[in-house]
């Protein structure tokens, strides 16, 4: 009889020790952080303490016991390991889960798009929406030469680094690592084979860049890029001016300039292609690739000049003489009149 009451005394014993084991099992482990079966992103910004950081994840998440939550999260030396950046909790955690997340810093990266950017402040905006260094502080990083000197970019210039285009960064990337993020992208951008087409036209990348970012304004019809490309290389290598309209929308900092007028060629600016030959000081926006690989990759012919057409198609006409293209000219100047666009 004693030895039945022994056994089973153990087997209560082993059952009360299973289902305690259960239970703590169930606090740690079991999914007791719920999002409410949304996706749910975190944000734990740059300086904030542990308290900051538990009562971020209190109000953004379903938290079955907030009190279990920070004893784990102590237990795991969490307060001396709060890491910022951007978490994405996508699914139902435990605690431990959540705990582990947050102290590895194993945040989600952002998708950071941009395109259509004419001015170093354009892209300071654009970016400073999308990643924890705000608009000001990349202004002010962008605006200091000497944080790019060295790379060989200017102030004029440095806009070239930025190819528009989608790149994955962590949410709390600073205004010097975005820039040297993109440095990167760049050097790898001019790979051996765009290199080698830029030399054989004697013409190095920030001067691709610039009739690049040129073309992209002028152009509406992409097919039509590689054949103007082909006439601004003509035009350099004759030593003749760029005359693009594009940088004279530039030097007056006004992009809604539709219709270039003979007062504005005036203008006394480095960027005036009309008054001053060669490349002025930089691109006029951020140069696309399809930009930079039309110059790469311009057509050869002997065309000097090109005049919208007044069909208004956004195609050109193309010529090999002043004269004809002044008849070009004056068939897309009358069609402008027509239509009352003075400006």
């Known amino acids: 009889m004693r030895s039945k009451r022994i056994i089973l005394s153990l087997s209560i ?76 909790i996508n699914k139902d955690m435990s605690y431990v889960g959540l705990i582990n997340l947050l102290r590895s810093g194993s945040q989600t990266p952002v998708n950071v798009t941009f395109n259509n950017i004419r001015t170093l402040n354009d892209l300071a905006g654009k970016i400073g929406k999308q990643i924890l260094a705000d608009s000001t502080r990349i202004i002010t990083f962008l605006s200091e030469p000497d944080n790019y000197k060295k790379d060989g970019f200017t102030r004029d210039n440095v806009i070239s680094v ?35 087409k830029a030399k054989e036209k004697n013409l190095n990348p920030v001067e691709v860049a610039i009739l690049a970012s040129i073309i992209d304004d002028e152009v509406r019809k992409p097919d039509e890029k590689p054949k103007i490309a082909g006439v601004y290389l003509n035009r350099l290598r004759r030593g003749i001016p760029l005359q693009a309209c594009p940088s004279i929308k530039f030097a007056l900092n006004d992009f809604t300039i539709t219709r270039v007028l003979k007062k504005y060629l005036e203008i006394d600016s480095p960027y005036n292609t009309y008054k001053h030959y060669g490349f002025p000081p930089g691109p006029i926006g951020c140069p696309t690739i399809e930009g930079i ?42 069609e402008l009149n027509k239509r009352k666009i003075f400006r």
């Open 162 to 196: 930025f190819i528009p285009n989608t790149y994955q960064f962590f949410w709390n990337t600073t205004a010097e690592k975005f820039y040297l993020r993109m440095l990167q992208e760049y050097r790898k951008f001019w790979n051996e084979d765009r290199l080698a």
């Open 293 to 334: 690989d039309a110059v790469l990759n311009a057509e050869k012919h002997d065309y000097l000049f090109f005049a919208a057409k007044a069909d208004f198609s956004g195609y050109h006409n193309f010529s090999r003489t002043l004269a004809e293209h002044n008849r070009y000219a004056a068939e897309y100047q009358r």
């Open 13 to 88: 014993a082993g059952i009360v020790l299973l289902f305690c084991m259960y239970l703590l099992y169930r606090i740690f482990f079991g999914l007791n952080v719920r999002t409410g079966g949304t996706k749910i992103t975190i944000y734990i910004r740059e300086g904030s303490t542990y308290f900051q950081a538990m009562d971020t994840l209190d109000s953004n998440l379903q938290i079955k016991n907030l009190k279990t939550l920070k004893w784990i999260a102590e237990k795991k030396d969490y307060p001396s390991l709060v890491k910022p950046g951007r978490y994405v």
